[in-house]
């Protein structure tokens, strides 16, 4: 079993930064581990993924803003979040999956909210 909990989202003004954090447990680190947002109304979008390897890939999006990252221990997961915009509000969410579908996931965290206002 995975456990996934995130954390660090809150409200920010546009253009600022943040940076959320998924701690796993469950042996996590040995699947894809994503993040992915859901706005209001809107469907569950990808936003970055890191493989077991290190390998890293980004929604067009998000590139160049966002960087997702894990500590050496593998038990963090990161995404530092910079000049954020209004259309980012969301809350985000970490999951963990078996391959790199990019709106997979086989574990799911709860979710942390972000807002940023205009």
């Known amino acids: 079993q995975v456990q996934l909990v995130e954390s660090g989202g809150g409200s920010v003004q546009a253009g600022g930064s943040l940076t959320l954090s998924c701690t796993a447990s469950?042996?996590?680190?040995?699947?894809?581990m994503k993040w992915i947002r859901q706005a209001p109304g809107k469907e569950r979008e990808f936003l970055a993924h890191?493989?077991?390897?290190?390998?890293?890939y980004y929604a067009d999006s998000v590139k160049g803003r966002f960087t997702i990252s894990r500590d050496s221990t593998k038990t963090t997961l990161y995404l530092q979040m910079n000049n954020l915009k209004p259309e980012d509000t969301a809350v985000y969410y970490c999951?963990?999956?078996?391959?790199?579908?990019?709106?997979?996931?086989?574990?799911w965290g709860q979710g942390t909210r972000v807002t940023v206002s205009s």
């Open positions: 890191i493989t077991w390897g290190g390998s890293t």
């Open positions: 999951a963990a999956s078996i391959d790199e579908s990019l709106l997979r996931g086989d574990y």
């Open positions: 469950g042996r996590a680190f040995n699947y894809v």
